[in-house]
């Protein structure tokens, strides 16, 4: 089955993704966020520089977003290796990582290299990107689509206060 994706923001045209992966994601390494380990377990503090971490698969997935129902706040960064306006905001997803490290972890989703990418993005109903999932209380509680750096920063101070 295809996906059909179209680049939000900065007038990017639609294009039909299929289940194979374009390219490999090179992005930053995982590292662990406040309450969540790599693995799944919770970790006792929040590193002091958190990048974003990179998609290990579906089951990494829920088990971060489980883990937002006793604190802390997720953010799913869907993207596609293709995306113009993916990879300009990549660095500022980076630096509200920063910016947010003791409250926020980030998870990048690449709907065409991850492990189980494509079938998030489905699960999710992510048509466009870039596209940012926010859960907190282990549900999701903000969609923002697009390259918009302020909404989101605005909408992660008013879910960590």
């Given at each position: 089955a295809l996906l059909l994706a179209a680049c939000a923001g900065l007038g990017a045209a639609a294009t039909v993704i299929g289940r194979g992966g374009i390219g490999a994601f090179a992005g930053a390494p995982a590292v662990r966020g406040p309450g969540f380990g790599r693995r799944g377990g919770s970790t006792s503090s929040?590193?002091?520089?958190?990048?974003?971490?990179?998609?290990?698969?579906?089951?990494?997935?829920?088990?971060?977003?489980?883990?937002t129902s006793n604190s802390g706040v997720l953010v799913l960064s869907f993207s596609t290796t293709w995306c113009g306006p993916c990879k300009l905001m990549d660095p500022k997803v980076t630096e509200l990582s920063e910016t947010f490290a003791d409250g926020v972890t980030f998870i990048k989703i690449m709907g065409d290299s991850d492990p189980d990418g494509m079938k998030?993005?489905?699960r999710e109903r992510v048509r466009s990107v870039p596209q940012y999932h926010v859960y907190k209380g282990g549900e999701k509680?903000?969609?923002?689509?697009?390259?918009?750096?302020?909404?989101?920063k605005a909408a992660l101070e008013g879910y960590t206060k």
């Amino acid at each position: 089955a295809l996906l059909l994706a179209a680049c939000a923001g900065l007038g990017a045209a639609a294009t039909v993704i299929g289940r194979g992966g374009i390219g490999a994601f090179a992005g930053a390494p995982a590292v662990r966020g406040p309450g969540f380990g790599r693995r799944g377990g919770s970790t006792s503090s929040a590193t002091a520089m958190q990048a974003v971490q990179k998609c290990e698969g579906e089951a990494f997935v829920d088990d971060a977003i489980a883990a937002t129902s006793n604190s802390g706040v997720l953010v799913l960064s869907f993207s596609t290796t293709w995306c113009g306006p993916c990879k300009l905001m990549d660095p500022k997803v980076t630096e509200l990582s920063e910016t947010f490290a003791d409250g926020v972890t980030f998870i990048k989703i690449m709907g065409d290299s991850d492990p189980d990418g494509m079938k998030l993005m489905k699960r999710e109903r992510v048509r466009s990107v870039p596209q940012y999932h926010v859960y907190k209380g282990g549900e999701k509680v903000d969609q923002i689509t697009g390259a918009k750096y302020d909404e989101l920063k605005a909408a992660l101070e008013g879910y960590t206060k």
